[in-house]
């Protein structure tokens, strides 16, 4: 009787009240000494950020969370938050023009939204990432985490040009409600052209893993066939271009024998990809794609307006509502209720 007295009291003694007490403090010292894992967990929040719910504030939060776990860990280790890299001053520059703009228009909340996306959020990442992966190990976490990505997106890219839609996840990708080109391979950002430039990005840290042996064998084998297609499926010939663009300067302009075979491989199985779609796939929506003007003029018809308006106001730009007003004067040919630059 008193052993399993003994033996009950040691059961609950971990859950005393000072091992709760202390327990937000165990978790919050966890989080510090892993800040490339709190990183990774605030890309993840925005990454898959579900918009056919209304919650759209849990990529606030894990922003949010991530600046206070990197704070904290910088007052209790004495590491600066500040990242001294050259490439600062051409994005503080270009954040003071766009919030100098915004200060002499009258409030918008669309417009300061778009600012803190656009200019804020991607400054403090930057240099968030310097504190989060300053040792290899956390290097390697992110380039695990970038190619878990890939294959992901390429997978899911890969299943909506085959058609089969259950593979598809999150299901609010299907939704034609929400977000633009639900005909195109978009994945979780809704726009076909998203997609394809994370798909080019992460292709290229995907060689460099394979020129420094870390990804190699099936997996590598696996990842030359699958993105190519996965490019492919978007459906959108400025990624078609980039990517064939990307894949010439690694054949071509590479000094490393490794880098200039897997540039050669990436167009060697894009163009299988393609004979492959031909064959199995339906190809009137691809032919259509490649043949279509009238996106093209559009296009062509706000870059000569828009380089107009540069030569008028080159230092500071017409402002948010000028560009508006400046399209809409000099573009006849197109009826639009706005017009946008097009990969502003």
């Not at 009258?106 to 992966?133: C, D, G, N, R």
């Not at 279509?292 to 828009?306: D, N, P, T």
Request: with cysteine; charged share 15%; proline share 4%.
């Amino acid at each position: 009787m008193a052993s399993l007295s003994h033996a009950h009291s040691g059961w609950v003694r971990p859950f005393g009240l000072g091992q709760v007490m202390a327990f937000p403090f165990r978790f919050l010292h966890g989080l510090i000494a892993a800040p490339a894992l709190v990183f990774l967990a605030a890309l993840t929040a925005m990454l898959f950020r579900p918009s056919d719910v209304q919650f759209y504030e849990i990529d606030r939060v894990g922003l949010l969370a991530l600046i206070f776990v990197l704070v904290v860990r910088s007052c209790v280790v004495r590491d600066p938050l500040w990242n001294a890299s050259p490439l600062i001053w051409p994005m503080l520059g270009l954040m003071v023009l766009a919030a100098t703009d915004l200060l002499t228009q009258p409030y918008e909340a669309e417009a300061w939204s778009v600012f803190v996306a656009k200019w804020i959020v991607p400054f403090v990442l930057f240099h968030l990432a310097a504190v989060s992966f300053g040792d290899i190990r956390s290097q390697h976490r992110f380039e695990t985490f970038a190619l878990a990505v890939l294959a992901y997106l390429s997978l899911t890219a890969i299943a909506f040009l085959l058609n089969v839609r259950g593979l598809i996840f999150p299901k609010y990708i299907l939704d034609e409600s929400l977000g633009i080109h639900a005909d195109r391979a978009r994945g979780p950002f809704l726009q076909a052209v998203a997609n394809g430039v994370s798909l080019n990005l992460l292709a290229l840290i995907a060689v460099d893993s394979y020129r420094r042996g870390r990804l190699r064998g099936i997996f590598a084998v696996c990842a030359a066939i699958a993105v190519p297609v996965a490019a492919l499926a978007t459906r959108t010939r400025a990624v078609w271009l980039s990517f064939v663009v990307s894949a010439a300067t690694l054949t071509f302009a590479s000094l490393g024998p490794r880098v200039r075979r897997a540039g050669l491989v990436l167009a060697v199985c894009g163009g299988a990809g393609l004979l492959c779609a031909m064959g199995f796939c339906d190809m009137q929506s691809l032919n259509e794609r490649l043949q279509e003007r009238s996106s093209v003029e559009f296009r062509m018809e706000i870059y000569q307006a828009g380089w107009e308006m540069f030569t008028e106001k080159p230092a500071l730009g017409c402002g948010w509502k000028g560009m508006q007003q400046g399209l809409t004067r000099r573009i006849d040919d197109f009826h639009q209720g706005a017009f946008y630059f097009h990969n502003t």
